[in-house]
């Protein structure tokens, strides 16, 4: 199971663009990457998903390297709802098994005005 | 579609008591998982099952059992609940691949459970 590392917390000004990077060295060739958010007292939400190169939804951008061994979210010109905890997850879609996506800390993004 | 519904949203046990928190979907997803989540802190997994009638462990399996014995439900039975368990217990569900689905987990709002 691909284990991530990622930033325990970021600042970011409202209008700003904000990249928060995950690393995952030993993700296997099944593995997908995906990015939940989660507000306080409520579940995480899922945000984007990707493999490799490049996603884009109306909420945020995924850059996924050749290497895959890190990847990077982007939320543009963040405002103060975007203060949330952000996870990165890696794994096989499929299960098969295998112990299914886990969380880890997560990145707790904080906007301010 | 409601989603994924949880009950209750709050509860205060004693130490020693059980109870089962209760965890219905909508979705005719096969895959269902329990996490918790101390404050501060990460999701930690503690089942999960890939469709009914099979159950596995997670990270943190110990206290608690599960059974799923229709697609739609998956409760999560704490016995003899302990200050430890004290936690915001989320219960996920998502559609496996072949069914034309992401592995999205879609999550409940959440049971507070408090241990005294």
């Known amino acids: 199971l691909a284990k991530t590392t990622q930033p325990i917390s970021m600042d970011s000004y409202e209008g700003q663009e904000v990249n928060i990077t995950c690393s995952h060295n030993n993700i296997a060739t099944n593995d997908y990457i995906t990015w939940y958010q989660q507000f306080p007292s409520q579940g995480p939400r899922f945000i984007i998903q990707?493999?490799?190169t490049k996603v884009t939804n109306e909420v945020a951008s995924l850059f996924i390297p050749a290497d895959r061994k890190s990847s990077t979210l982007s939320l543009p010109r963040v405002s103060l709802s975007d203060t949330a905890v952000y996870y990165c997850?890696?794994?096989?879609?499929?299960?098969?098994?295998?112990?299914?996506?886990?969380f880890g800390k997560g990145t707790r993004l904080s906007v301010i005005a | 579609n409601a989603g994924v519904t949880q009950t209750p949203k709050f509860r205060i046990l004693k130490i020693g008591q059980s109870m089962t928190l209760q965890c219905t979907q909508d979705m005719n997803h096969n895959y269902m998982y329990w996490y918790r989540q101390d404050p501060g802190m990460g999701l930690k997994l503690i089942y999960y099952?890939?469709?009914?009638?099979?159950?596995d462990k997670g990270e943190v399996p110990n206290g608690y059992n599960v059974s799923r014995s229709t697609t739609e439900d998956f409760p999560l039975r704490l016995e003899l609940a302990a200050p430890s368990q004290t936690s915001v217990y989320f219960c996920a569900s998502s559609s496996h691949p072949g069914q034309g689905g992401t592995g999205e987990l879609f999550f409940g709002e959440g049971s507070r459970l408090t241990v005294l």
């Open positions: 990707g493999y490799k």
């Open positions: 997850l890696v794994g096989d879609l499929w299960i098969s098994g295998n112990t299914p996506l886990v």
């Open positions: 099952s890939v469709g009914a009638g099979i159950t």
